[in-house]
């Protein structure tokens, strides 16, 4: 009998889990499928940023403090993208020390790709639910991530 909780597969966190795992299956297969080197889950956090914010100067220290991760870290992060064609590093005027951080095409053209493929993933995943099924699965996830949240300290 189901939810009895007698095998992992009845148990809430496993399902979540196996959901989430093929979720990400789903996008990384459709957007980076092709790609020789594919990006980490940080690198694409820190190419959205710099998509949702190219219309400003971002430097090192915004995605430090964006991410609240250290600057080794953010440097090891950058070189990698840089290494990878999906940043450049560009003196600006004021300073020539100070480097803004811009991405390339081919970065803009994989975050769309990415966008892309989560819309249709969404298509995919809600195929067949009628709007109250949506609506009833969404209101059972804030009730339990509400009770994960209560074992949280």
Sequence with gaps: MRGQGKEPWDE?????????ILCKRLVDQRAFGDL??????????VMNYLYENRGRDVFQRDIQEQFAIRRSTVTGI???MEKNGWITRESV????RLKKIVLTPRAVELHERVGECIRKTEQLLSAGLAPEEKQEFF???DKIRSNAEKGIE
């Excluded at 005027?93 to 020539?96: M, S, T």
């Design 78 to 80: 950058l070189q990698l």
């Design 12 to 20: 809430i966190g496993f399902q979540v889990h196996r959901l989430h």
């Design 139 to 141: 209101r059972l996830c």
């Design 36 to 45: 020789k080197e594919k990006p980490t889950k940080t690198q694409t956090w």
């Design 93 to 96: 005027g004021e300073d020539a």
